[in-house]
């Protein structure tokens, strides 16, 4: 859960400009702070089973209470941002029509999707000729970056489409994110099914356990 979460984070802020917002983050940073807490819970529940104390089962019901809150949400939020991921990802025709070759921040954010994701255009390679860049160049050729890295030669002329990455942008980027959301969504809900056992097994230990607080402050008072 966790590791989907930080990948989540990093793809997101890494092409950050290429989303509609970033309520996908809101979902990776709910993941990661429930792992976090499941983590500490985990050793609480450790420490307390050599004690048996009523007090810390009882803290370490409300801490399984709060964590299924926390997976929940985030199971819930998952699932929903996984089909909100097109519409997020909707700007992209925007950004490429908008490169102008000049090697401004948008270029680059370009160049850099296209060069670590090993794709060319929005869908493929033929969508840049339905940019502004294009038409304006007139030299018949698509980015560098949409060259394959083991084509040496490449100069992103169309006449070398062989050498281009076949695949477009969207396709690559909406998959990466959509694998991120899965794991968490998945991840979350198998969390969330240990943990409604770990209440019910808590609780019933809270009922039928001796209370040995109580019976220690009797014995005391009785001395």
């Known amino acids: ?25 809101y979902t990776a940073w709910i993941a990661v702070s429930g792992a976090i807490l499941l983590f500490l819970t985990g050793t609480f529940g450790l420490c307390m089973i050599a004690k048996d104390s009523q007090c810390q089962q009882g803290t370490f019901m409300f801490l399984i ?12 939020l998952a699932a929903a941002y996984t089909k909100r991921v097109a519409y997020e990802l909707s700007s992209l025709d925007e950004k490429f029509n908008h490169y102008n070759g000049t090697g401004t921040q948008s270029d680059r954010d370009v160049d850099t999707l296209q ?13 840049w000729k339905s ?6 160049t007139a030299n018949n050729s698509v980015p560098e970056s949409c060259c394959d890295r083991r084509s040496i030669n490449c100069t992103g002329n169309m006449t070398q489409f062989e050498f281009f990455y076949d695949q477009g942008c969207l396709t690559k980027l909406e998959h990466r994110v959509k694998l991120y959301l899965t794991y968490i969504l998945w ?12 209440a019910m097994s808590n609780g019933i230990l809270m009922i039928y356990s001796p209370e040995q607080d109580y019976t220690a402050v009797s014995s005391g008072t009785l001395a």
Do not use: P, Q
């Open 65 to 76: 209470v709060v964590l299924i809150c926390i997976e929940a949400t985030s199971a819930v």
């Open 131 to 136: 940019t502004t860049w294009y038409e304006y």
């Open 187 to 198: 991840s979350s809900v198998a969390v969330l099914c240990l943990l409604v056992l770990a």
């Open 1 to 25: 859960m966790a590791i989907g979460s930080m990948f989540l984070l990093m793809v997101c802020s890494s092409y950050i400009a290429f989303f509609k917002d970033n309520y996908l983050t």
């Open 115 to 127: 060069h670590e994701l090993r794709c060319c255009g929005v869908h493929n390679y033929t969508d």
